[in-house]
Each structure stands twice: as C-alpha cells, then as structure tokens.
C-alpha cells in the first residue's frame, strides 16, 4: 500500500486548503483513513479520521467544525477540507490507512501505512 498527500501550501489565517491523499495497493475500500498532523516540535497528532465505507467520521477537538474529510472509493481518494485556519494549524499534514476495520480509528499506533506527508503554513 502505499500513500500520496498533496494539496498543502501557504495560506492566510481564515483561508481554506483541500488536502488529498492518493492511495495505491490493495482493495482501498477495506480501510479505514485518517489525517494526522506535527507541528514543528510537537508531536505527530490526530486530526480526522473516515471509516473504510465512508459512513462514519471522527475528528480532533480543535478542527471540530472547521474541517472535514470525505472519501472517494472509486478514486482511490481521501480529502481533507480544511476551513478558518489559523496559526495553530501549521504542521505537515499525514495521510494514513489501516487495513481490515470497518471503525474510524484516532490512535497514531494503530494505523499501517503512512503517506509522505504535506506542508500546510498559514501566515497572520
């Protein structure tokens, strides 16, 4: 299996980024996805996460109304629309998988496969 994240850039606070995560291998309808975040210094956190149908989602108190992820299963994609940023929300955005639950997963740990990851800036 393996992961793309694109779609990360410079933005202004109270803009919006739509991250992308490309996934290649095995049956990508029978994992579960989910975006963490590490902001320099920090560790590696989670922010949102998608069942493997797509039916039910999980994010991080400090996203909560502001960001949301979605699937495509017949692309092979998960996205992460990300609203109202702020400075907190500078870190270099992970796309993850984990194979075989049909849950949405938040615990680092338990995930599979990683993506390379994506910077996301945004500037006062």
């Known amino acids: 299996v393996q992961l793309q994240a694109s779609g990360g850039g410079l933005v202004q606070a109270g803009g919006s980024l739509r991250l992308s995560c490309a996934f290649s291998?095995?049956?990508?309808?029978?994992?579960?996805l989910g975006w963490f975040r590490q902001a320099p210094g920090k560790k590696r956190e989670f922010v949102a996460a998608?069942?493997?149908?797509?039916?039910?989602?999980g994010y991080a108190d400090s996203v909560k109304g502001r960001f949301t992820t979605s699937r495509d299963n017949a692309k092979r994609t998960v996205h992460l629309q990300m609203n109202n940023l702020n400075l907190e929300d500078t870190a270099v955005y992970y796309c993850?998988?984990?194979?075989?639950?049909?849950?949405?997963?938040?615990?680092?740990?338990?995930?599979?496969?990683w993506g390379q990851g994506t910077l996301v800036t945004v500037s006062s």
């Open positions: 993850a998988a984990r194979a075989g639950r049909p849950i949405v997963t938040t615990t680092r740990r338990l995930y599979d496969y």
């Open positions: 998608i069942s493997w149908s797509g039916s039910n989602t």
């Open positions: 291998g095995r049956i990508f309808g029978s994992y579960g």
